[in-house]
Structure formats: structure tokens, C-alpha cells
């Protein structure tokens, strides 16, 4: 079925260059579809702020693929269609006792556009959420249906792929037994405790956000997510300076704290309490940008020190900053490849223009700093600079030129940055 209508993402900032959508309701529609298009590429829930998903050929969304989820408790493995929400596998995975490492901060998202983008959570021992894949389902360019398993030759390179290697139609993830987790917030974490205390803070629990408006001479809050099987809440009443926040808070300055995940130190299900916001609300400030950059974690400090340096500057046009770290991995254009990492984001204002000058003043402050922005967020970084950071770069390339030499899953944000 094709739907015309103008096509924009979630945020509303990209409008799509084309006005059809395809749903196909089988892998064979997909195969179909694929071999027959000169240029495609996949739709998943839109919730990237830059243009990676966009194209002015076929553009497809795998969400009305038979839904699957099959879990292989020997392999410790759910095999899930990529249409799927990470909410929903989790919804599935619980009550059969099972969970996934870590969950981004909305669960709204698709799992085959999260994978493709290195989308991550917070915990210096979670890698991003494309780390748990450990088989791809994949309609390539030609049209034929492969499955690409971890240990494969490439599979490194196979899994983070902006799109660009084709229709992702199922993927393997690992799985562990489900856990609880509490969640607490603390207010007023002075910047001064904070960046002597940096590190220590950011893995001070099984997940930890640091969340600041720049505004003030403090964080305004601090997420702590602690899994419930580590042992007893790691922290004081008072921490630091910071104190426990005596009701629900949202982290976003003004927005109501019924659309977050339940905190007070209430245990609950792994996926009732990693992500920041209910799978039920609109997640964030819903009307928003969004920016990001990875960079080694011994650069923290470093890094806060030019955000604390631009706090003028970044703070006019800024919702709410969160600081997170991400666990080092193996896939070559993850935003964490290779290196244990902690993320800069920002929650912009919806005003591109203004926007534009202060993304391109922190690119600046973080260059020396080896920052990789996050593929699904705003970003002005040219593309030598992001390729540089990559290690792998050149191989990734070559590897995706040999699935399509033709580019048929190409489009303006893959030619130019891969
Ligand atoms: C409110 C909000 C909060 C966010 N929080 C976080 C966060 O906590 N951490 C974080 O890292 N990011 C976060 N993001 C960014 C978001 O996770 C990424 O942009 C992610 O890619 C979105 O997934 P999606 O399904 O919407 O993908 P889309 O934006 O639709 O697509 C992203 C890319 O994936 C490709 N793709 C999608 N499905 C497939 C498929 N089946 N096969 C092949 N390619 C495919 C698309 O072609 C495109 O290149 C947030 C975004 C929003 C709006």
C-alpha cells in the first residue's frame, strides 16, 4: 500500500523529498519493492532530528511486517522484527522473564532505526543499543534475503549502517534475565562538585544522567538508575551537596513530571525505569531539536569545561543539556566504537537558525576533544572531520560499497558523509 501525505520525522524539522510511503505487509513485498526501486530507503519511527532517513526515491517503513518476536532462552537471544518498538519487545520480554541491557531515554523509538544510528542509553558498562545485536535479517539491494550473524566476516561494520546496506527486516539481540531498578533524582549538584567529582558521578550506578540548563551554578538533576540486584542505593540522602528530589520531576524545565518514568526509589521492571519517559506520553519537550556528541570519558572534564566555558551562548536557545556514558564497542560507525564514552546532548529550541551558530561554537570547543556527533541529531561537522574520527571509516565505506555499489540505498546524508 502507498499513503501520500506530506511525510515530515517526529520533530517536524525534516520534510521529506518524497510523498510516498511504503508499508509492505510481507519480507516478499519487501524483496519486491527492493528490486524493483532504483533508489529506496527505510522509514523507521522518524525520531531523527537530521536527515539520515530521508530520500527522494522509495521511501519504506517495515512497521506492518508480521510482528515477530521469538525468544531463544538457550542462546539467551530474542529474534524481533525491526519494526518493532523497543516499549513493545519489552512489554513481550518481562513477563516471559527476560530484559535487554539498557533502553534509550524514550521507548518509543523503532528497534532497526536505533540500531542503525548506534542510538545508546546511560551506564559505563552499556554499550549502545546496537550492541546487543548479534544477527541481522537483511533485504539487500538486489533483493535477496541474507542473514548476517556476529562472527561473520564485516558483521562489525554490518550493524551501525545509517540504512545504507539495506531493509533491515528482523535482528537477533542479546537478552539477560529481567532485573529491577530504582530510581532516585537529586537536585542542586553544584558545577564545582560536579566537575571535580565527574567520573565518579557518571558511573556512580547502573545508569546516571547528569541533567543542567547552563543556567544556574548547579545541575539541576541528577538520574540515578540502580539496578536492584547490585545491592543497596548507592548514595546518601545528601550526595555531594545535591539532595533528593521530594516529588516526580521531568527533566525538561517546565514539562509535567506525570510523562516520566516512576522515581522515588520504587522498584519496577528494567524498562519501566531505564527509560526517562512513559511509553504512554510524549516523550521529551516535544517541540524540540536535538544534538549529541560521544567522546573518550577521559575527556569529561575537559568537555565541561568548554560547555561550562559557552554556557552563555548555549543557554538562550536550550531546553535542557544531559550528560550519560556509553561502554565501548566493537561496531565501526557506532559512536562509541572502541572507546568507553561520555555524551554531550542538548534539547534545542526548534529555531534551526538559531541553533545553527551555537552547534558550530561547541564543534569548535570539542574538536580537539575527538567529539563524534550522534548520526540521528543535528550536527555541522564537515565530513572529513567526522571521518577522521573513525578509525574504521574507510573499511565501513568499502564494505557498504560492496553491498550496493549502485547506491541504490544512498541518499543526500549517506553520500555525504560516507
Ligand atoms: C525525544 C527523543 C529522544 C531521544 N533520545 C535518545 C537517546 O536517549 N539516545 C540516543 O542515542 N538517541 C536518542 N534519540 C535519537 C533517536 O534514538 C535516533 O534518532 C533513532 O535513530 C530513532 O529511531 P527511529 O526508528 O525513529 O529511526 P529513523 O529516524 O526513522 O531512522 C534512522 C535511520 O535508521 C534507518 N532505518 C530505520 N529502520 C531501518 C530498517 N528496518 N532497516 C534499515 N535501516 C533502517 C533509516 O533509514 C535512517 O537512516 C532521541 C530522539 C527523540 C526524538
Known amino acids: 500500500m502507498v499513503i501520500a501525505q506530506p511525510l515530515k520525522n517526529w520533530a517536524g524539522n525534516v520534510e521529506f523529498s518524497t510523498l510516498t510511503l511504503h508499508r509492505p505487509v510481507s519480507v516478499e513485498a519487501v524483496q519486491e519493492l527492493v528490486a524493483d526501486s532504483e533508489l529506496i530507503r527505510v522509514l523507521?519511527?522518524?525520531?531523527?532530528?537530521?536527515?539520515?532517513?530521508?530520500t527522494?526515491?522509495?521511501l519504506l517503513t517495515v512497521a506492518d511486517l508480521p510482528r515477530r518476536i521469538e525468544i531463544d532462552a538457550d542462546?539467551?537471544?530474542?529474534?524481533?522484527?525491526?519494526?518493532?518498538?523497543?516499549g513493545e519487545l519489552a512489554q513481550a520480554l518481562d513477563p516471559e522473564g527476560w530484559a535487554l541491557h539498557n533502553l534509550g531515554s524514550l521507548p518509543h523509538i523503532s528497534i532497526g532505526g536505533a540500531v542503525a544510528t548506534g542510538t545508546h542509553g546511560s551506564g559505563i558498562t552499556n554499550g549502545c543499543l546496537a550492541s546487543a545485536v548479534n544477527a541481522i535479517e537483511l533485504v539487500t539491494p538486489s533483493g535477496e534475503l541474507t542473514v548476517l550473524r556476529r562472527g561473520d566476516e564485516g558483521f562489525?561494520?554490518?550493524?551501525?549502517?545509517?540504512?545504507?546496506?539495506?531493509?533491515?527486516?528482523?535482528?537477533?539481540?542479546?537478552?539477560?534475565p529481567r532485573f529491577e531498578v530504582e530510581q532516585r533524582v537529586y537536585e542542586r549538584l553544584f558545577l564545582s562538585a560536579l566537575r571535580v567529582n565527574l567520573r565518579e558521578i557518571l558511573t556512580s550506578a547502573y545508569s546516571v544522567s547528569v541533567f543542567l540548563t547552563w543556567q544556574r551554578p548547579f545541575a539541576e538533576q541528577v538520574w540515578i538508575k540502580h539496578r536492584v540486584d547490585a545491592g543497596e542505593w548507592p548514595h546518601g540522602r545528601d550526595w555531594l551537596g545535591a539532595t533528593?528530589?521530594?516529588?516526580?520531576?521531568?527533566?525538561?524545565?517546565g514539562q509535567d513530571p506525570g510523562f516520566t518514568t516512576q522515581q522515588g526509589g520504587v522498584a519496577g521492571p528494567w524498562h519501566e525505569r531505564l527509560p526517562h519517559f512513559r511509553l504512554e506520553f510524549t516523550p521529551s519537550a516535544g517541540d524540540e531539536l536535538q544534538t549529541e556528541y560521544l567522546l573518550p570519558i577521559e575527556n569529561a572534564v575537559a568537555a565541561l569545561d568548554v560547555l561550562s566555558g559557552l554556557a552563555d551562548t548555549i543557554a538562550p536557545?536550550?531546553?535542557v543539556s544531559e550528560l550519560r556514558t556509553i561502554a565501548a564497542d566493537e561496531l565501526w560507525l557506532s559512536e562509541a566504537y572502541r572507546q568507553d564514552s561520555v555524551a554531550l546532548h542538548f534539547t534545542w529550541h526548534p529555531d534551526p537558525v538559531a541553533v545553527?551558530?551555537?552547534?558550530r561554537a561547541l564543534e569548535e570547543g570539542l574538536a580537539p576533544l575527538g567529539a563524534r556527533p550522534h548520526w540521528g541529531k543535528v550536527f555541522a561537522m564537515e565530513p572529513a572531520d567526522v571521518a577522521a574520527r573513525y578509525p574504521r571509516f574507510a573499511d565501513a565505506r568499502t564494505l557498504i560499497a560492496g553491498y550496493d555499489p549502485d547506491g541504490k540505498f544512498r541518499n543526500a546524508f549517506t553520500g555525504k558523509y560516507l
Open 44 to 54: 523507521g519511527t522518524g525520531h531523527s532530528f537530521s536527515t539520515v532517513a530521508d
Open 56 to 58: 527522494t526515491g522509495d
Open 75 to 86: 542462546r539467551r537471544s530474542v529474534t524481533v522484527s525491526a519494526g518493532t518498538r523497543f
Open 156 to 176: 562489525d561494520g554490518s550493524v551501525v549502517t545509517l540504512g545504507s546496506i539495506g531493509v533491515v527486516t528482523a535482528l537477533g539481540l542479546d537478552i539477560q
Open 244 to 253: 533528593l528530589a521530594p516529588s516526580q520531576r521531568n527533566p525538561v524545565p
Open 317 to 319: 536557545v536550550l531546553h
Open 356 to 359: 545553527d551558530p551555537v552547534v
